[in-house]
């Protein structure tokens, strides 16, 4: 999967190969998931929302739905290594104490955005809710100045 | 029998998620990195989640409910508000450094991979920060 690593491109030399058909496939099943979990619990399929629901229940029946969702997706990657016979890759650039970092930016920021990639990128894009057109431009663009800055101001 | 089509529903996210590459940091870092090492696959995977899920709605939507419930849970709220807006910017800021957003990072825990779990605790921490934070906004406004 990954190209051969080359010290003067990129950082950590983590290039990726470009896969078309395959991101065009995975979309795909995250656009037919989205839309079965409205059709049969009438719920948008957001990341944020299933996790803030876990952590912090409101009642057991909106718990036990996003139990049922969570536990499903925490099993696609086995799913796709029997069927493949590899695990997908995970590969993370950032060090330790920047991926806890941003782990924590990232909860603060969708818990006062009201989502995230799946929540506003996906489903509030397709339902061409203006609120969510307006979050995902301003994450794309900040994300575009983040990963800038990271890589070609401080060089990492 | 909802918990067995959430389940499903659930694994038919993981698998599209893992097969994307959102679940791969290196791949979404790449993804923005115009300047460098560009990998354009993601406008692959929204391209194909929005178009699909835009159909789907518009099927689903014309029903008068969802199969196990009685009615469509869809969020209200119409307002551009700042906290929105600066929510969402957050939120880029951190998915730059980590390369994970939650939709990435969950299905990414069945990997086993230690760097998930690590970012996912970081990650409920920030949730739990933010709610504390916003009960005390609402009470001083």
Known sequence: ?156 | MRLVFGYLIGLIFGVGIALSGMANPAKVINFFDFAGTWDPSLVFVMGGAVITTFIGYRLVLARPAPVFETSFQLPTNRKLDPRLLLGSGIFGIGWGIAGFCPGGALPALGTGQISVFIFVAALICGIFAAKWLNVKLTRAA
């Not at chain 1, 925490?74 to 920047?98: D, E, N, Y």
């Not at chain 1, 930016?105 to 509030?124: D, L, N, P, W, Y």
Request: proline letters at 5%; aromatic letters at 8%.
């Open chain 1, 1 to 156: 999967m990954v190209a051969p690593v080359t010290a003067d491109k990129g950082f950590n030399g983590m290039e990726t190969d470009f896969t078309p058909f395959q991101s065009l496939a995975g979309g795909v099943l995250i656009g037919l998931a989205a839309t079965l979990l409205m059709l049969f619990l009438g719920r948008i399929m957001g990341a944020t929302g299933i996790l803030a629901g876990l952590i912090a229940p409101v009642s057991r029946r909106d718990f036990v739905w996003r139990a049922a969702v969570m536990a499903g997706m925490v099993t696609g990657p086995a799913v796709v290594w029997g069927v493949t016979g590899a695990m997908p890759a995970v590969q993370v650039p950032a060090s330790l104490p920047m991926l806890i970092i941003g782990g924590f930016i990232v909860g603060v920021g969708v818990t006062f955005g009201s989502g995230c990639t799946s929540g506003h990128g996906v489903c509030g894009m397709a339902r061409l809710s203006p609120r969510s057109i307006a979050a995902t431009l301003s994450f794309m663009a900040t994300t575009t100045v983040t990963v800038y800055i990271i890589r070609h101001v401080l060089g990492a």
